[in-house]
């Protein structure tokens, strides 16, 4: 029995499994030449399976029960595995890449999936859809994440769209696709916004009292 025939996890284009892949009693008796599993892979019980072609898996090989002799064909990803025209292993997650590019100091991996993209400064990964949001979330993994550093700033402090995205998010730890929601719902991106516009613009959004209370205290007269 074929592993597509078995689990809808399996994306045969991509000869790809996103999380764990467990076959445990399903009776298979192939693998794919090539398969790339995001997590972990139990075979346990696997009694048709007597050899494993080469593979590579994020997580855990569990084999107990089968027939395969021997050290299987099989590799462990780590972080930043990268094999051109296959696949980039970063942050657990296992993305299929079509092409690579170099884009100023970043190099952005195009996924064969839409939207399923990454992009690197050589040290952090971001999960994108595009190159302007990848390195907005780059930006925030490249902070040290210190709210003391808006400390300073008053309501009517202008801040550059892009590092009040960073600064909204360090603030409320929102995570980046809350960061993108809020840009997605913009019904235009302006330059630049001051403290208090972006209190506005967030109303009913994840973390918004929370920022406008760590800035409660611009609103108060010096003594």
Do not use: W
């Amino acid at each position: 029995m074929k592993l597509k025939e078995i689990t809808n996890a399996y994306d045969e284009a991509t000869n790809t499994v996103e999380g764990d892949l467990d076959l445990r009693g399903t009776g298979v008796t192939e693998i794919p030449q090539g398969l790339n599993v995001n997590g972990s892979l139990y075979l346990q019980g696997c009694t048709g399976l007597t050899s494993l072609p080469e593979l590579t898996v994020g997580g855990n090989l569990d084999l107990e029960g089968t027939q395969i002799k021997g050290n299987p064909q099989c590799g462990k990803l780590k972080e930043g595995d990268y094999v051109a025209g296959r696949y980039l292993y970063a942050d657990n997650i296992l993305t299929h890449v079509a092409k690579e590019k170099r884009i100023g100091e970043f190099t952005y991996y195009v996924g064969k999936i839409k939207g399923r993209n990454v992009i690197t400064d050589g040290k952090h990964y971001a999960h994108c859809k595009d190159v302007r949001s990848g390195i907005l979330d780059l930006r925030f993994k490249q902070s040290d994440r210190d709210k003391s550093a808006f400390e300073h700033l008053a309501l009517d402090s202008a801040i550059a769209f892009d590092d009040a995205v960073v600064m909204y998010r360090v603030i409320t730890g929102a995570c980046s696709q809350g960061a993108q929601q809020f840009i997605d719902g913009l019904k235009e991106v302006k330059p630049s916004y001051t403290v208090g516009e972006i209190i506005e613009v967030t109303a009913g959004a994840y973390g918004n009292s929370e920022f406008a209370k760590f800035f409660a205290k611009a609103e108060k007269p010096n003594d």
